[in-house]
């Protein structure tokens, strides 16, 4: 079976590991535009680089009142435990030599002032009565939280109440170093084959029924054959969606959003210093990635602070691409799904605007705000972080991802953002399952597929503590992740 991926990115490059260690006889190409694997989003600071697993972000557990649903924040950290134990497979194989050249453990923390001290009680007294989350810790003593998380509170005005909660087996992750080395990995021992500077331009079906990919690679048109097709290129996805002819089609168009962080490098004893991550509370009509938090980064050996995301609104589907691309990608029955989002939602999109013309002195203030004083002890900039497009779903916008099956199994694509990255092994392997279930039809597929997730599934990671324990803790071993 000849298979075309689109995009080699996070997505596309685990899809295609994954693929071919299930089903060696796979005939496997992944087209990139830009020159090397996980160039694009899935780089070091294109985003922050948070093992997603439901921790520390408080947009997980959303509030009603005095109720809280935790059910999203228990599916998420199943998730990532299911992606851990894909990475703890290639580093036990020899694919990847060392894990901290791309994941590392770093504190995972939520600050909060005193407002929403309640809410967070709240949380902590539910997630900490579940397994997944018994290591979580709590308090609102000032010298306990600034053992936890310095930099926020070094300057802090004693009398200013606060809560935060950690726990010290969350992790920073290079998506982009992991991208690289599986990339290798897939090219020298699986016989994956990549095709850089190759830019999709449409996607059609031919008559014999096979997917026809139009591209141009260095100014000359190429074209490639598919048997199945699988779209993981972000926010590329959506204009190809739309030129395949697909009944569904019509049901999806992208909401782009843009961002940028502060970033500052660092010492490696000021590292050890901070070594967390530090998530807050949105702002009232800030979309779910403008959670602020200060990061610890390390990345190619030296370590940064991240504080942000500043969101903005750049009608882009990807960095490197222009407006026009985004114009084109927009079909006549997508107008009334953008004007219904722009209504209903107009106070995110007069964030978003706002958000867009926001200088550095203003985003200095925010990080002062957050971390008081910081903004004066390290060397700030401003860089331009990924480019992210959202989900408008029969004309109402959708956080998160969505898997995108044809009825004839022969095109498959990922549509949407957070959490992404963080538990992109889980995803592709249900994008498998749907996309080319006859591989699991063997029974050399199965074998491996429990060699590589020896406990796969989210209900049973949910509901029983004893073999979820068993299944974390081997991958933590193996991924250098240790509990104090």
């Not at 810790?137 to 939280?145: A, L, P, Q, V």
């Not at 079906?205 to 048109?221: C, D, L």
């Not at 044809?406 to 994008?431: F, H, I, N, Q, W």
Request: charged share 25%.
């Amino acid at each position: 079976m000849n298979v075309v991926i689109i995009g080699a990115g996070i997505m596309g490059t685990t899809f295609a590991t994954l693929a071919k260690e299930l089903a060696p006889d796979l005939d496997i190409t992944i087209l990139e535009r830009l020159d090397s694997a996980g160039a694009g989003n899935s780089s070091a600071f294109w985003n922050a680089g948070t093992g997603h697993e439901a921790n520390c972000e408080l947009n997980y557990t959303p509030v009603d009142g005095e109720a809280i649903s935790i059910e999203k924040a228990f599916k998420i950290h199943a998730q990532f435990n299911v992606a851990k134990q894909f990475w703890a497979y290639l580093i036990e194989k020899g694919a990847i030599k060392d894990p901290k050249t791309f994941i590392n453990q770093t504190k995972h923390c939520t600050i909060v002032s005193e407002f929403a001290i309640e809410e967070l009680r709240l949380r902590f007294k539910e997630m900490s009565a579940h397994h997944f989350f018994e290591h979580m810790r709590y308090s609102e003593n000032f010298d306990e939280i600034k053992s936890w998380i310095p930099y926020t509170m070094d300057e802090r005005p004693r009398h200013e109440k606060m809560a935060a909660t950690a726990i010290e087996t969350g992790t920073d992750v290079n998506f982009g170093a992991l991208t690289t080395q599986m990339a290798a990995y897939a090219t020298q021992d699986l016989g994956v084959k990549f095709e850089y500077g190759t830019h999709v331009k449409r996607v059609h079906r031919s008559p014999t029924e096979r997917w026809v990919i139009e591209a141009e690679r260095k100014g000359k048109p190429v074209q490639y054959k598919a048997d199945v097709l699988f779209v993981g290129a972000g926010g590329g996805a959506f204009p190809l969606l739309k030129k395949s002819h697909l009944p569904f089609r019509n049901r999806f168009t992208g909401f782009p959003v843009g961002g940028r962080f502060l970033r500052a490098p660092i010492s490696e004893e000021q590292a050890e210093y901070y070594r967390a991550k530090t998530y807050g509370r949105a702002k009232v009509g800030a979309p779910p990635m403008s959670v602020p938090h200060l990061d610890l980064r390390l990345v190619d050996g030296k370590y940064y602070l991240l504080f942000g995301p500043f969101a903005s609104f750049k009608p882009l589907l990807e960095r490197g691409r222009s407006f026009v691309d985004y114009l084109k990608s927009i079909r006549a029955h997508d107008i009334p799904g953008l004007l219904n989002v722009a209504l209903e939602n107009f106070s995110l999109v007069k964030y978003l605007v706002s958000e867009t013309f926001k200088g550095e002195q203003s985003m200095f203030e925010e990080l002062d705000s957050f971390a008081p004083g910081l903004s004066k002890r390290f060397d700030w900039k401003s860089v331009q972080a990924g480019q992210r497009v959202q989900i408008i779903k029969d004309r109402g916008l959708q956080m998160g991802t969505e898997i995108l099956v044809s009825r004839d199994k022969t095109y498959g694509t990922l549509l949407g953002a957070s959490p992404g990255a963080s538990v992109s092994p889980e995803v592709m392997l249900r994008c498998l399952e749907q996309l080319i279930p006859s591989i699991f039809s063997k029974e050399e597929a199965r074998k491996k597929k429990h060699e590589i997730f020896p406990e796969d599934d989210l209900s049973t990671l949910i509901s029983h503590p004893e073999r979820y324990r068993e299944i974390r803790d081997a991958a933590n071993k193996l991924l250098g992740i240790t509990q104090p």
